[in-house]
């Protein structure tokens, strides 16, 4: 059965930062494109960042640009994000998610992938 367990979620001051895991099980996922997401109350899941199951590379919402890196340990089965100079609008439940088959333009459009963690919560506040 295959799995997604995030951690490391909390609440933070804003400019502080978090690091975000996922690990995954069930099944090899060196092949995966895995990613995060994002919900603030009220809104629509987005897209933050991911790593491409072709070659690996990384890629990140303007939003978080510079500010975020994302990495993925084939090895562990993990994938992390590392979240710098948080921002109020930062604030919302982040979740994991993996898919074996999506194309590259696809990347940040959540319906294209099938395995989702239970999110996280992220809270920045003053």
């Known amino acids: 059965q295959v799995q997604l367990v995030e951690s490391g979620g909390g609440s933070v001051k804003p400019g502080d930062s978090l690091r975000l895991s996922c690990a995954a099980s069930?099944?090899?996922?060196?092949?995966?494109?895995m990613a995060w997401f994002r919900q603030a109350p009220g809104k629509e899941r987005e897209f933050v960042a991911a790593?491409?199951?072709?070659?690996?590379?990384?890629y990140y919402a303007d939003s978080v640009k510079g500010r975020f890196t994302i990495s993925k340990d084939n090895a562990k089965s993990t994938v992390n994000l590392q979240m710098n100079d948080l921002k109020f609008e930062d604030a919302g439940v982040y979740y994991c998610?993996?898919?074996?088959?999506?194309?590259?333009?696809?990347?940040?459009?959540?319906?294209?992938?099938?395995?989702w963690g239970q999110g996280i919560q992220v809270t920045v506040s003053s």
């Open positions: 790593v491409f199951r072709s070659y690996g590379r990384a």
């Open positions: 069930g099944r090899s996922f060196s092949r995966d494109t």
């Open positions: 998610a993996a898919d074996s088959t999506l194309i590259l333009s696809s990347i940040s459009d959540a319906r294209h992938y099938d395995h």
